[in-house]
């Protein structure tokens, strides 16, 4: 079946820091690929998506390219802020359906 | 602003009784809401397809005696955990599709989540 295996945390950085969430993925097809944040009492909300291989999704300095040849799509900020503090999820969507599967998340801190 | 709402944030019960959660969309009708469950270091896991004015759609492993969900109109979808137990201590989250946006013209929002608590 289809399945995310991202790494884990929590992760704690200093302010402009590089960042680096790792993300692969094992499925059928071709599915489309997703990051979600979590901000402290906030819902879930898409960060940013890729839909085709080498596509690069991109948002908020956030960037994540879908790697087909390796399954990945990992997540990479070259400079995080303090408002970066939030739990990150890696996930998958196939075809049509609007059901997701998620990574376990995982919870970065940023420190002034 | 939100999109879905759901509450309440956080609630703690007593093992054996019952909990309700609702998840509303604010803006817009939706004829269809997931609702996923978070165990700690656990992935997101999808437990049920709520379809309005019909039976919810569970996956494989998700008790539909115990975890009750009715769709009864557009805007509201109800979670509820019946004689609920410690091993029920959980995080769950609702979701809902808008059509006619993103990625296979579906565009997915979620609730605030519900953390409970079963002492």
């Known amino acids: 079946g289809n399945s995310v295996t991202q790494m884990e945390g929590p992760v704690t950085l200093s302010e402009e820091a590089f960042l680096t969430i790792n993300c692969t993925y094992t499925?059928?097809?071709?599915?489309?690929l997703f990051w979600y944040v979590q901000y402290p009492g906030e819902g879930l909300q898409l960060l940013l998506k890729?839909?085709?291989?080498?596509d690069k999704g991109s948002n908020k300095g956030f960037e994540a390219t879908y790697r087909k040849e390796t399954t990945s799509f990992h997540l990479e900020k070259g400079s995080v802020q303090v408002s970066d503090s939030a739990v990150y999820f890696c996930a998958l969507k196939q075809g049509g359906s609007e059901k997701l599967v998620f990574g376990k998340g995982m919870k970065l801190t940023v420190n002034p | 602003g939100a999109v879905v709402s759901q509450h309440p944030s956080w609630v703690i019960c007593k093992s054996g009784t019952s909990v309700k959660i609702e998840c509303r969309s604010l803006?817009?009708?939706?004829?269809?809401m997931f609702w996923y469950r978070q165990f700690p270091k656990q992935s997101l896991m999808l437990m049920a397809t709520?379809?309005?004015?019909?039976?919810?759609?569970?996956e494989q492993g998700v008790e539909k005696d115990k975890f009750l969900i009715n769709h009864a109109s557009l805007t509201l979808s109800t979670l509820t955990v019946t004689s609920a137990h410690p091993e029920d201590s959980s995080f769950y989250i609702c979701?809902?599709?808008?059509?006619?946006?993103?990625?296979?013209?579906?565009?997915?929002?979620f609730g605030e989540g519900s953390w409970l608590t079963v002492v």
């Open positions: 709520s379809n309005e004015g019909s039976k919810a759609t569970y």
């Open positions: 979701s809902v599709g808008v059509l006619g946006q993103g990625v296979s013209g579906n565009t997915i929002y």
């Open positions: 803006d817009f009708q939706a004829t269809t």
């Open positions: 499925a059928t097809g071709y599915p489309s």
């Open positions: 890729a839909t085709k291989a080498d």
